[in-house]
Nanobody
Framework: QVHLVESGGGLVQTGESLRLSCAAS????????VGWFRQGPGKDREFVATITWSEGRAYYADFLKDRLTISRDNAKNTMFLQMEDVVPADTGIYYC???????????WGQGTQVTVSS
């Protein structure tokens, strides 16, 4: 399994940018895809974006893709999520997760709170 630690959350204003980080350790990441999910107040957890570690292929939730960039730094074993033009609906806990190729996500971070004020 992979151990994941998120950082970069906090309070941001509507229209600002946000950058979240996810530091990974443990298993060899080349066999994984690492992604972000989020859970807003009173809502179910939803997929945000993911990236395959070995090839760097990115996939985004359709309703967010215009505002997102996911990337990874192989040397630092760290994955990033850049979100532009945040809105209050982006408020929630953002979780980093990892999955081996062909499997569902089974390693999760503790989450980082993002609050967008209007």
């Amino acid at each position: 399994q992979v151990h994941l630690v998120e950082s970069g959350g906090g309070l941001v204003q509507t229209g600002e940018s946000l950058r979240l980080s996810c530091a990974a350790s443990g298993d060899t990441l080349s066999r994984y895809r690492v992604g972000w999910f989020r859970q807003g107040p009173g809502k179910d957890r939803e997929f945000v974006a993911t990236i395959t570690w070995s090839e760097g292929r990115a996939y985004y939730a359709d309703f967010l893709k215009d505002r997102l960039t996911i990337s990874r730094d192989n040397a630092k074993n760290t994955m990033f999520l850049q979100m532009e033009d945040v809105v209050p609906a982006d408020t929630g806990i953002y979780y980093c997760a990892a999955a081996k190729d062909g499997e569902w996500y089974d390693s999760w971070g503790q989450g980082t709170q993002v609050t967008v004020s209007s």
